[in-house]
């Protein structure tokens, strides 16, 4: 289904050429002046005078006014964005009521330490100037306090020229590592007041970026050191950066160690799995395959692994003596309110680091050093079916059929996917999951990696689970509306059906009837036709696809038609998968 294209902003003048008029102008131009492209909005009345200021003024152009159905989406898009390009996006959201409905998507943004620059509005401060009503509600004394635990910094700044401060500040604080969202909440008075006297931006490139935390030689002698004891050196890779040189790096280091290598690809997946030494980049567990590889390692290198204890949990020691060396500036964002810090583990050698330089700085002094030499095991792939009832392996195993050599960026491999079944051979193929587990955000950050990717000729593609698509099903109009390319393929098990296999545990647990676990988890009666939801977002729609046979055609079908400019969805009626241990 197509729509009309919108029609043109009105031309408007340069702002080099036309002074800013009102506090709303200053804010727009600098945001240009930053390189902003686009500013994810839900409309509301706390920031019209901005909305002005981007369409009438610059035309709404750098930035680009991106309109969502939902505040969480506009914010889980800007998130997408983050993950593909590594650079901040604007959101824009609507007074307190706009930060509340966000607040679920900044978390996400939090924990997955993506940067990205959130604007706020509320009703003037000033209770006289305050609309009756209206602005009364929409007016908090201390708005950024519902975020304030999981924002790396936030303002409400009272003039323009502190305007001007605290976005320049929220902007090089975003950017820097460890990055996540800050938050600026400007007051209508500020940004529809008009300017008593001409207003010159400065440079933002008198705003210099930090220096780059650097690895001490000593430090590095240090490692060197465990590495050269160490006969079975296993290397995680947590979250990184998505750079060419990034991944070479990587794949460098694994080289000259003759490691082992665990993704996680919650972080995306950030090493080549057709390398000899890649185990596994599991979303939720590791394998049984991982599990031995980890319980034989005698050195643990962790570049940003999020939950290294968690990990090390597997093997018989739970990490206690095992030479570890962890290279990660998370902890600058640890605080007391949010426990995504997980628990504290042991290292030989901690380096507030990002893990790139750690790896960079560490490479030139590899040289010579004869790597190890331990087995990896196998691969052990599940069964797949090649006729009857769609199942997880057989999905996977159609989609690299069909996927064949196209250039993919996975924005999310959904929970049960055996990962082992899917080819990573780049640092875009796989962005990873959302950070802090939000339910309904694939939708949002797969349109937002689809913003970053336009013209890339990649193409970003999320196979999610029908609660994830139900939860965030608004972002799918954007998608249309901007014309971007995507395909989401849709799990369809009609059921939330991870709490599925936790009511069966508790079940079993209690000795109570596992028959009634998809008691309040089946979305059945009545069923959800996700293919007319998604058709009357805007999207080209194929399915449902029950059965094994017809997969590879409607996938064929769907790649084309997303290839050819189309948000596409296809709906696949999944089997549940066995329950673990099962």
Not at 283 to 293: F, K, M, S, T, V
Not at 302 to 312: F, N, V
Not at 427 to 452: F, K, Q, R
Request: with cysteine.
């Amino acid at each position: 289904m197509s729509s009309p294209v919108p029609p043109a902003p009105a031309t408007s003048p340069a702002p080099a050429a036309t002074p800013a008029g009102y506090g709303s102008d200053v804010v727009a131009d600098l945001l240009r002046e930053l390189g902003v492209k686009y500013l994810a909005i839900n409309p509301g009345a706390s920031f019209r005078g901005l909305h002005d200021s981007v369409v009438n003024r610059l035309g709404n152009a750098d930035p680009k006014l991106v309109l969502t159905l939902h505040e969480a989406q506009a914010v889980a898009m800007a998130h997408g964005y983050a993950k593909v390009t590594g650079e901040p996006m604007g959101v824009v959201l609507h007074a307190n009521v706009g930060l509340m409905n966000a607040v679920m998507a900044i978390y996400d943004a939090w924990v997955d330490r993506v940067p990205m620059l959130v604007l706020g509005a509320t009703g003037a401060v000033d209770a006289a100037r305050r609309r009756p009503w209206i602005e009364w509600i929409h007016t908090s004394r201390d708005q950024a306090a519902i975020v304030r635990p999981f924002v790396k910094w936030d303002d409400q700044p009272a003039s323009v020229p502190a305007a001007i401060e605290s976005i320049l500040r929220a902007w090089s604080m975003t950017r820097a590592a460890p990055s996540a969202p800050t938050y600026v909440c400007l007051d209508v008075d500020l940004q529809e007041g008009e300017l008593r006297a001409p207003v010159t931006l400065p440079d933002p490139a008198r705003f210099a970026d930090p220096a780059e935390t650097v690895v001490a030689s000593g430090e590095l002698d240090r490692a060197i050191g465990l590495i050269h004891e160490s006969t079975r050196p296993l290397v995680l890779v947590g979250r990184h950066e998505r750079s060419d040189a990034a991944w070479a790096d990587r794949i460098a280091l694994a080289d000259a160690l003759g490691a082992a290598v665990l993704c996680d690809q919650k972080c995306g997946v950030g090493f080549p799995s057709a390398h000899p030494g890649f185990i596994a980049a599991p979303a939720q567990y590791p394998d049984a395959r991982a599990a031995a590889l980890i319980a034989e390692a005698d050195l643990v290198i962790s570049l940003d692994w999020p939950d290294l204890k968690g990990l090390l949990a597997l093997r018989a020691d739970k990490g206690a003596g095992l030479p570890t060396i962890i290279a990660s500036p998370d902890e600058r964002l640890h605080n007391g309110w949010s426990l995504d810090h997980f628990p504290f583990a042991e290292a030989d050698l901690r380096l507030p680091v990002r893990p790139e330089t750690f790896v960079a700085g560490l490479l030139p002094l590899l040289a010579g050093h004869a790597p190890a030499d331990w087995t990896m095991p196998p691969a052990k792939l599940p069964e797949v079916p090649t006729e009857g009832a769609v199942t997880l392996p057989a999905l996977a195993a159609a989609f690299d059929r069909v996927r064949g050599e196209r250039q993919v960026c996975l924005t999310r491999l959904t929970f049960g996917l055996p990962d082992a079944m899917v080819r990573f051979t780049g640092p875009l193929d796989c962005i990873g999951y959302d950070g802090g587990g939000g339910i309904g955000s694939t939708p949002g950050i797969t349109v937002g990696a689809a913003l970053a990717l336009k013209g890339s000729g990649r193409l970003p593609v999320a196979i999610l689970g029908d609660g994830d698509l139900l939860m965030g099903s608004q972002a799918l109009w954007t998608a249309a509306a901007e014309r971007l390319p995507a395909l989401l393929i849709v799990n369809n098990n009609q059921s939330f059906y991870n709490d599925v296999e936790h009511q069966e545990t508790v079940a079993k647990r209690r000795e109570r009837p596992v028959e009634n676990k998809n008691i309040g988890m089946a979305i059945t009666d009545p069923p959800v036709s996700l293919t007319e939801l998604a058709h009357a977002h805007g999207c080209t729609v194929f399915g449902p696809v029950d059965r094994i046979e017809a997969l590879d055609d409607v996938l064929e079908q769907a790649f084309q038609a997303a290839e050819g400019g189309a948000t596409v969805l296809v709906d696949v009626s999944v089997l549940p998968p066995a329950p673990r241990g099962s």
